[in-house]
T-cell receptor, first 114, second 115 residues
Framework: GNSVTQMEGPVTLSEEAFLTINCTYT??????LFWYVQYPGEGLQLLLK?????DKGSNKGFEATYRKETTSFHLEKGSVQVSDSAVYFC?????????????FGKGTLLTVNP | DAGITQSPRHKVTETGTPVTLRCHQT?????MYWYRQDPGHGLRLIHY???????DKGEVSDGYSVSRSKTEDFLLTLESATSSQTSVYFC??????????????FGDGTRLSIL
């Protein structure tokens, strides 16, 4: 089956620090990969995505590269801000016959202090 | 933002009572989903719909039923609520499953407490 494993939180950083949130996956087909962000009291918002190997998704200073050889999709940002405090979810959509379903990791809580 | 409205946004009810949550979309998207979010579990798929009157089970469907009588509305029903169904429920929509990388767009959630 499909699964997503992301680093356990919570992660606490100071403003302007470098962020990495690790995400690895297993999939039966050739998945598309996503990062979603959830701010307090809100639903999930798509942050970025990548659909094939070596693709780099980017948005709002966040980046993640689809690494097929290591089955990974790590989220990075060079300089975090207090406003980046949120829960981040890695997810995959499998092309193996059920590509309309998302499989999520458990989420990583990020807190950025001023 | 995708036009998704969940109602109610908050509900408190008692064990054994029926509960219906509604998801309404204005995007004319084909696919609709219900998830629950619990600490330590991320989001788990309850049921989904791939068209009017076409639904299927997700990974945590026991105790839940759904209905979709028109494109814009997807209802989630707890026939006899239990305390284990206390959770935050999210609806999501997606336009087309055939293309790679089709994301889902989420509503703001319904916080359901069952006492």
């Amino acid at each position: 089956g499909n699964s997503v494993t992301q680093m356990e939180g919570p992660v606490t950083l100071s403003e302007e620090a470098f962020l990495t949130i690790n995400c690895t996956y297993t999939a039966t087909g050739y998945p598309s990969l996503f990062w979603y962000v959830q701010y307090p009291g809100e639903g999930l918002q798509l942050l970025l995505k990548a659909t094939k190997a070596d693709d780099k998704g980017s948005n709002k200073g966040f980046e993640a590269t689809y690494r097929k050889e290591t089955t990974s999709f790590h989220l990075e940002k060079g300089s975090v801000q207090v406003s980046d405090s949120a829960v981040y979810f890695c997810a995959l959509s499998d092309s193996g016959g059920s590509n309309y379903k998302l499989t999520f990791g458990k989420g990583t809580l990020l807190t950025v202090n001023p | 933002d995708a036009g998704i409205t969940q109602s109610p946004r908050h509900k408190v009810t008692e064990t054994g009572t029926p509960v219906t949550l509604r998801c309404h979309q204005t995007e004319n998207h084909r696919y609709m989903y219900w998830y629950r979010q619990d600490p330590g579990h991320g989001l788990r798929l309850i049921h989904y719909s791939y068209g009017v009157k076409d639904t299927d089970k997700g990974e945590v469907s026991d105790g839940y039923s759904v209905s979709r009588s028109k494109t814009e509305d997807f209802l989630l029903t707890l026939e006899s609520a239990t305390s284990s169904q206390t959770s935050v429920y999210f609806c999501a929509i997606s336009g087309f499953a055939g293309g790679r990388g089709q994301p889902q767009h989420f509503g703001d959630g319904t916080r359901l407490s069952i006492l």
